[in-house]
């Protein structure tokens, strides 16, 4: 089955501690984006990616990083996560930019 | 960057036909316009997508004005599993894949 798979669904950590968010797709989509979803804000860009090795900024960066060592795997990375990084975070994948996106369920964070 | 404008709400009855409109008066030329809608505690479905012509899918049509200046979404028979959140956004090549989702419109249906 075509699908974008993230993990964990709901992570809780605390303040400062290292976490790393999973993405993976099946579908050898080019593009891959995360995306932030906050009550009042809406979807927000974090970082997206065109292709392997190539990653760029989206709307609202900082304090996150990204890789993109394999065509399927984006995985997202908080070094010193705060407490306003508590939010629902979205994994996103398209065969190119002008394609259609194909989302993953979500991962519910909460930094205490 | 290329910004939508949607309502923030809309309410239909079910089993009748829903027009759901979308400005985006600053769209390029390359600009596609992609519509899709979030059920509560899921993540964003696609729904329909199109660069001039008027589209059709087995979710929705799509009709794009002939100055592209705006678009309509169009669900034939509204069901409650249509009640969601749709987001009308602009995806193009020359913005590098940077993408701006605006509130999204909030459909309620009722029985």
């Known amino acids: 089955e075509a699908q974008v798979t993230q993990n964990p669904r709901y992570l809780i950590t605390v303040t400062g501690k290292k976490l790393t968010v999973t993405c993976s797709q099946n579908?050898?989509?080019?593009?891959m984006s995360w995306y932030r979803q906050d009550p009042g804000l809406g979807l927000r860009q974090i970082y997206y990616?065109?292709?392997?090795?190539?990653?760029d900024k989206g709307d609202v960066p900082e304090g996150y990083k990204v890789s993109r060592k394999e065509k399927r795997n984006f995985p997202l990375i908080l070094e010193s996560p705060s407490p306003n990084q508590t939010s629902l975070y979205f994994c996103?994948?398209?065969?190119?930019?002008?394609?259609?996106?194909?989302f993953g369920s979500g991962t519910q964070l909460s930094v205490l | 960057d290329a910004k939508t404008t949607q309502p923030n709400s809309m309410e239909s009855n079910e089993e009748e036909p829903v027009h759901l409109p979308c400005n985006h008066s600053t769209i390029s030329g390359t600009d596609y316009i992609h519509w899709y809608r979030q059920l509560p505690s899921q993540g964003p479905e696609y729904v329909i997508h199109g660069l001039t012509s008027n589209v059709n899918n087995r979710m929705a049509s799509l009709a794009i004005a002939e100055d592209r200046k705006s678009s309509t979404l169009i669900l034939h028979r509204a069901t409650l599993r249509d009640a969601a959140v749709y987001y009308c956004?602009?995806?193009?090549?020359?913005?590098?894949?940077?993408?701006?989702f605006g509130q999204g419109t909030e459909l309620s249906v009722k029985p």
């Open positions: 579908m050898n989509h080019e593009y």
């Open positions: 990616s065109m292709n392997v090795e190539v990653t």
């Open positions: 956004i602009l995806r193009d090549d020359d913005q590098g894949g940077k993408l701006i």
């Open positions: 996103a994948s398209s065969l190119a930019v002008r394609e259609k996106l194909f």
